[in-house]
């Protein structure tokens, strides 16, 4: 099984400032790596798709980067609203797939 | 506008069954693979199983397998998981989620529904 290790596990940060949040997996997944964001009492909304594809519709402040192990999330501007539960998940081990433990964001 | 709606959960001693559907609105629901994925309370999103639009590709997490089974009618647009042998650390809010593409290969999941929780407790 492939296991997923993001990091860190919480984070605050202060309006305006660049965050970064990393994800690295237990095996070479390639760029088969996704990103979400879990708003409080929401279901979770697909960010970033094979690493570093923008979803349609989501803001350009949201970027992803890696391949192989390591990958990164960069949120390069925080906003108010980007308050979240943010989760790596990874698609390379057919028919399985994992996510990350989480990582909770917080306003400074 | 795509919408899941889950439904089916309740409250269910341990060892009982319960079988959850969601019923998929606003895109061609036999253009794409389906999925199931839990969240306990207060913890992260588990992955459960997925299923292709067609039904001829399944896949389980380990925790569920042989217990549970996923399924789908796609003229009544709506999938289904039928959950065996219940147990306590089966509690948690189950989502319906919409894959990227007709197989599994293409392993994103979006949009998700607002989920139906299952409580097991005896």
């Known amino acids: 099984d492939i296991q997923m290790t993001q990091s860190p596990s919480s984070l605050s940060a202060s309006v305006g400032d660049r965050v970064t949040i990393t994800c690295q997996a237990s095996?070479?997944?390639?760029?088969?790596l996704n990103w979400y964001h879990q708003k409080p009492g929401k279901a979770p909304k697909l960010l970033i798709y094979?690493?570093?594809n923008l979803e349609t519709g989501v803001p350009s402040r949201f970027s992803g980067s890696g391949s192989g192990t390591d990958f990164t999330f960069t949120i390069s501007s925080l906003q108010p609203e980007d308050i979240a539960t943010y989760y790596c998940?990874?698609?390379?081990?057919?028919?399985?797939?994992?996510f990350g433990q989480g990582t909770k964001l917080e306003i400074k | 506008e795509v919408q899941l709606v889950e439904s089916g959960g309740g409250l269910v001693q341990p060892g009982r069954s319960l079988r959850l559907s969601c019923a998929a609105s606003?895109?061609?629901?036999?253009?794409?693979?389906m999925y199931w994925v839990r969240q306990a309370p207060g913890k992260g999103l588990e992955w459960v199983a997925g299923?292709?639009?067609?039904?001829?590709?399944?896949g389980y997490a380990d925790s569920v397998k042989g217990r549970f089974t996923i399924s789908r009618d796609n003229a009544k647009n709506s999938l289904y998981l039928q959950m065996n042998s219940l147990r306590v650390e089966d509690t948690a809010l189950y989502y319906c989620?919409?894959?990227?593409?007709?197989?599994?290969?293409?392993?994103?999941?979006?949009?998700w529904g607002q989920g139906t929780l299952v409580t097991v407790s005896s």
């Open positions: 299923i292709s639009w067609n039904g001829g590709d399944i």
């Open positions: 095996h070479d997944i390639s760029n088969h």
């Open positions: 989620t919409k894959g990227a593409g007709v197989s599994l290969a293409l392993g994103w999941f979006d949009p």
């Open positions: 998940q990874q698609y390379d081990n057919l028919p399985t797939y994992t």
């Open positions: 606003g895109f061609t629901f036999d253009d794409y693979a």
């Open positions: 094979d690493a570093s």
